[in-house]
């Protein structure tokens, strides 16, 4: 198994101690270490977006980290955002409102990284479709054409509901 290396992160409010190998990405901490399967992996290459979640409040792929680099850090992943338990986050409702997804295999990245985005707006007035779908093309959905994507952060947005919770 090789040698282990300790990993102390905040993960969704709650703070976990770790013992992980210097190899392990962050993707495969999160879902099998913690059993946070929202963080989907869908290309190994950081090109799809899917495994997308928050380091320190920014928003990274988790396949391109190693967990080790996140030592001290505070994550946010699609189960930190809103549950059916105790509602939905903003995101979650407009993406649902707005028929933003399909498969939904791509929506727990789409919907980080939309809030990120938009917790990083800094426009007058509410985010166009193109500052969307330019803060967005790091995220790829398969199934849609993306225009109820857009519509649904858009209408996040306007709702002034964007920012993480």
Known sequence: ????????????????????????????????ELGLTGTNIGCDTSNCGACTCHVDGESVKSCTLLAVQVDGAEITTIEGM???????????????????????????????????????????????????????????????GYQNIVNAVMAADEAGRGVPA
């Open 1 to 32: 198994m090789g040698a282990t290396i300790p990993l102390h992160v905040t993960v969704n409010g709650e703070a976990h101690t770790s013992q992980v190998q210097p190899r392990l990405l962050l993707v495969h901490y999160l879902r099998d």
């Open 82 to 144: 809103g549950d059916v338990d105790s509602g939905l986050h903003p995101l979650q409702e407009a993406f649902s409102a707005e028929h933003g997804l399909q498969c939904g295999y791509c929506t727990p990245g789409m919907i980080m990284a939309a809030a990120d985005l938009l917790a990083r707006h800094e426009g007058d007035g509410p985010i166009t479709e193109a500052e969307v779908r330019k803060g967005l093309e790091g995220n790829l959905c398969r199934c849609t």
